[in-house]
């Protein structure tokens, strides 16, 4: 949603690929037919996984997504390439409270020995991207010049995954190494500082995905199926603004509507709401603090991220105008 905001349908394409059981393997050889396939789908799955790492592993919250070289997250924060670096952007500039990572997700569908030769040659070039960069904070300038940009130093994270498969077997592997990004030293005013940019630009991201407001604003809700709704099971009775989501990606549908599609369906799981806690949205738009939530199971079958992003059944929501405490 964040990164490819007409393409929320890739949630049910991951997870029919996916074998059973606690480990991410693929079913079969895993998929995609010749390299260039396999290489596009271990890219963009490697994303996935390395996210996943980075929240489960180090208490990660927020993702913002880097667009581009000077890739401003507001008017005193900014990412951008290292004068005579020549290297993409990193994936990310993530936050969690206290603490900052530019990271980069590598993906191999190779069946070497991933360390054989040392440190991993996606690693190596994922390592290159987050040296090449800065995370600069503004200073005004004197009176009639531009503001001084500084290098602040932050954890650069870099993460590679490889395929595992069921057929032939081979287990999954991850390698992930850490290095420092160039820069003076953040001042805990500066760490906060940095933190809220990105729990900001993260959520405006999301919110886009979502459809809950377009691209360029964050003054109003333009999504025709918007649904703000409770969910059954949840003791707070917390509201969360979102829409229906299938594997065709986001429908203008109702609750009703969406359960009787599901109904439809062989799998009723192929129809969710995603949508955000309303206060966060609301803290969003006003400008205000936004601070991470408690990560838990609301019910059996729907969940709620730090981020404020919650995932459910649609036979586990409530429209909130049918709710009665």
């Known amino acids: 949603m964040q990164t490819a905001p007409a393409s929320t349908s890739l949630f049910g394409f991951l997870e029919d690929l996916l074998a059973p059981g606690p480990s991410l393997t693929w079913q079969a050889q895993g998929p995609g037919r010749g390299t260039e396939m396999r290489r ?16 489960e592993h180090h208490g990660f919250v927020w993702f913002t ?11 005193r924060w900014r990412v951008r390439r290292k004068p005579g670096a020549s290297t993409e952007m990193p994936d990310w500039i993530c936050a969690k409270p206290g603490g900052l990572a530019i990271a980069e997700a590598k993906g191999s569908h190779q069946k070497s020995n991933a360390t054989r030769s040392g440190v991993p040659g996606p690693i190596k070039t994922a390592a290159g991207q987050i040296s090449g960069v800065w995370v600069e904070r503004s200073t005004p300038g004197r009176p009639g010049t531009p503001p001084v940009w500084t290098p602040q130093s932050v954890k650069g994270w870099a993460v590679m995954s490889r395929w595992g498969l069921t057929s032939p077997m ?8 850490d290095p ?28 886009e995905g979502l ?9 109003k809700i333009t999504f025709a199926g918007r649904q703000r709704v409770r969910v059954g099971g949840d003791p707070t ?7 229906v989501i299938t594997p065709f990606g986001i429908l203008n549908l ?15 799981r192929m129809v969710q709401f995603v949508g955000l806690e309303e206060s966060l949205y609301f803290a969003l738009l006003q400008s205000g603090r936004i601070d991470p939530l408690e990560a838990q199971r609301i019910g ?22 049918d709710f009665s405490g």
């Open 40 to 55: 596009a789908f271990s890219g963009l799955f490697g994303r996935f996984f390395a996210r996943a790492y980075l929240q």
């Open 65 to 75: 997504a880097i667009d581009g070289n000077d890739f401003h997250l507001s008017p």
């Open 170 to 177: 081979r287990a999954p592997f991850l390698y992930a190494l």
């Open 180 to 207: 420092e990004t160039e820069g003076e030293p953040l001042s805990t005013d500066d760490t906060t500082s940095l933190v809220q940019a990105v729990a900001r630009m993260h959520l405006g991201q999301t919110a």
């Open 211 to 219: 459809g809950l407001f377009p691209q360029g604003t964050s003054d």
């Open 237 to 243: 009775g917390r509201i969360f603004l979102g829409g």
């Open 254 to 268: 109702d609750l009703t509507q969406a359960r009787e599609l599901a109904s439809r369906l062989p799998d009723p």
């Open 300 to 321: 059996e079958r729907t969940m709620l991220g730090p981020d404020g992003l919650v995932v459910g059944a649609i036979s586990d929501m409530i429209d909130d105008k």
